[in-house]
Nanobody, 128 residues
Framework: QVQLVESGGGLVQAGGSLRLSCAAS????????MGWFRQAPGKEREIVAV????????YQADSVKGRFTISRENGKNTMFLQMNSLKPEDTAVYYC?????????????????????WGQGTQVTVSS
C-alpha cells in the first residue's frame, strides 16, 4: 500500500551537490524508519544513510560521512538526502526505503533486508 517516489537525481560534475527527495504515500510515514541505499552497475545495493522514525538518530556510511546528510519532514511525508562534494564513485541509482515498524530494541536499520517498501530509484551521475 505504501508508495515511495524518489526525485532530484541528475548529472553533476565532481565536487558538485544534489538534493534527493523521497515522497511517501499514506498517513503513517512518521511510523517508518527510513533509509537511502544505492546500487552501481554490477555491484550489490549498499547503505548510504538511514534515519529513525522521528529523525533523532541517523547513520551515514563511511564512504559518504561528512559529505551526505539524511533528514526527514514527517509533516510532508518526505525524506531527503543532501549530497555535497560529490565524487565519480557516488554514481549509482539511489533508492529510498521504509520499514513497516521498528522492533522493541531498534528504531534504525542498516540492511536492505530490514526494509519493506522501496522506491523505483533515481539516477545520480557524477562526472570527473
Amino acid at each position: 500500500q505504501v508508495q515511495l517516489v524518489e526525485s532530484g537525481g541528475g548529472l553533476v560534475q565532481a565536487g558538485g551537490s544534489l538534493r534527493l527527495s523521497c515522497a511517501a504515500s499514506g498517513r503513517t510515514f512518521s511510523t517508518y524508519p527510513m533509509g537511502w541505499f544505492r546500487q552501481a552497475p554490477g555491484k550489490e545495493r549498499e547503505i548510504v544513510a538511514v534515519i529513525s522514525r522521528g529523525g533523532g538518530s541517523t547513520y551515514q556510511a563511511d564512504s559518504v560521512k561528512g559529505r551526505f546528510t539524511i533528514s526527514r519532514e514527517n509533516g510532508k511525508n518526505t525524506m531527503f538526502l543532501q549530497m555535497n562534494s560529490l565524487k565519480p564513485e557516488d554514481t549509482a541509482v539511489y533508492y529510498c526505503a521504509g520499514r513497516r515498524s521498528p522492533t522493541y530494541y531498534s528504531d534504525i536499520y542498516y540492511n536492505t533486508r530490514d526494509y519493506d517498501y522501496w522506491g523505483q530509484g533515481t539516477q545520480v551521475t557524477v562526472s570527473s
